[in-house]
């Protein structure tokens, strides 16, 4: 998980040679520093060296069971990006590549904060209607803060964005879904973290989110821009509950379904 990875990273650093690329699994903004994966490997291994990130719907057990997985891997170096796909394609197991690790990385960190909603939507017992919009509308969330940091909306509507998404808000082995849906249930955050093993990287990315986009967005009101992110950290801070959180979507202002597209 990205909140343990710094510490893991100083730990290994020495045995890392200054030549050997890395790839990092890890998705997620680290609460202390509100830094992505690619500024924490900067920061514990250096510039001097390739990275790579790779991000899509893969549970492991599903891979670990041989059937179809389609994943994207990104990096600044693309003979690098080439060199992983090729290595880890196999006839169960497709690899794309692409250059865009800001949008990797935003869509890793954004999805398991809309799955945290779609389990608690689940919990609620408020319907595939509810939970298609939910979902839809965070999808949106993920793309308006996408296009503020420079990442392509051709890559929230990828594999590493939208396709992550699905299979973390629909999927059963979804660790973030079945948190989310104990919280709608209502359980609070800290009954559930006392009773599981499990991490579910969403509940911390979830409040570190909400910080990193008030230190990095423009503007007024932002939880009018991204509702389904700063509802979600009130619920896990405990500042209103999950149903509470619904009615304050269900009466925001109408407005245009995608506002800040102006046409």
Known sequence: PVQFSREFLMDVKDYVPTSVPVLSASKGIETSSLGFMADI??????EDRSYAFLSGPSF???ICEG???????????????DDLADLMSSDNFRVFTSKDVMGIEIGGAVKNVIALAAG???GLGLGTNAMSGLVTRGCGEMRRLGLVLGARPSTIAGLSGVGDTFGTC???LSRNRRFGYRLGKGETRQEILDSTTEVAEGVDTSIALVNFIKKNCKGYRLDLKYPIIFGVANILEGDQT???GLKGLMNMPMRMENFDERY
């Open 170 to 172: 629909f999927g059963p």
């Open 242 to 244: 999950p149903l509470e």
């Open 67 to 81: 059937v179809a997985t389609a994943v994207v891997v990104a990096s600044d170096d693309m003979l690098l990006a």
């Open 120 to 122: 608690m939507c689940e």
């Open 41 to 46: 490997l900067k920061d514990c291994l250096g």
């Open 60 to 62: 492991a057990r599903e």
